[in-house]
């Protein structure tokens, strides 16, 4: 997913008044989330951040060119896989056997697509591993919806404990899988490394790319059934994975072609998904946990050592595309 902003980060002098009155006839779509922080102090820290966004977007005539820092789960701007959905869940069937069965079903397909994923590459038809790849991601993320409706359609009916149990199993089975596909995506790189010829090393990162930002997905996706289920401490764990995934990318991004619109996104998705495993931190009352999740999103977050890095044009993440350009072309 393509994210056409800027990093920025949340230690930042908070804008003054008149500019934040403008901020929402000007920008209206920035929002941080800041409310849905309970923490007095962190919600402040939350707002002095928002209030730097929204300056950022005024002074770019309405178009967001910073992310929010540390956030709520509706915030946008953020460089999350997930954005916010303001829309409802839309409960395709009522009757909840029907959608637990394609539940059932999609996983079934999930884990064949994977042995299919893994066949590809084994036979080295690195182009159709890519392909396999992005209906992988697409089918994770049917999934992912089919869950959020099981939990609204329990919630409908009244029967929110038993939802809570399944979904709570949801969540464990989707950072199962999200954990696979990391590892997956290390050995690709280890096989990378390992090759003999310049071509062969390249189509395996770029697979690895591939998989690895799909893990990186995976784990957003865990952490938010995690949240359904009213696991906060569970959903803190499961962003902090994914957040370990975007540093991975950005190192082995370092080691390929080190594009600084590549680099910015990695750091900006890192420092994301640390300040959501600081939100659901809080949540849980981890208090101690925080100032760790805290500091590595500052870690990451270019803007605090680098306030110009938002005069650039943007940054993206990579796309299929570009994978299976690479591959044909013999490079990532």
Known sequence: MK?????????????????????????????????????????DVCETRQAKVIEDCVENQGRPKSFCGLHGPAAFPVATSIQPDKKPVVIENDDIAITLKLIATQNWSLDDSIAVLKA??????YGDAVQVAS??????????????QADATYKRLGQEKEGKELVGGYAVSMEDRGRLLRDYANEL?????????????????????????????????????????????????????????????????????????????????AAARWHRATFELLAAGHNEAVAATLENARSVDQYATNPEVATSTGHSDHEMADDTRAIKRGSR
């Open 135 to 148: 209906l992988l991601e697409r089918d994770i993320e049917r999934l992912y919806q089919l869950q959020r």
């Open 189 to 269: 790189w280890r096989l990378g490394d390992a090759s003999a010829t310049d071509r062969e090393r390249k189509a395996y990162r770029a697979m690895a790319f591939k998989v690895a930002r799909l893990a990186g997905t995976v784990y957003e996706y865990a952490a938010e059934v995690h949240k359904l289920a009213e696991i906060p401490a569970n959903a803190a764990s499961a962003w902090q994975s994914a957040a370990e995934l975007a540093q991975s990318l950005e190192r082995w991004e370092r080691a390929t072609e080190s594009k600084s619109q590549h680099l910015e996104f990695y750091q900006a998705q």
């Open 3 to 43: 994210a056409h902003l800027l990093l920025a980060s949340f230690f930042l002098p908070l804008l003054s008044l008149t500019a934040a009155a403008e901020a929402p006839a000007s920008c209206p779509q920035v929002s941080c989330d800041c409310a849905a922080i309970a923490d007095s102090h962190w919600r």
């Open 120 to 125: 590809r590459e084994q036979a080295k038809q």
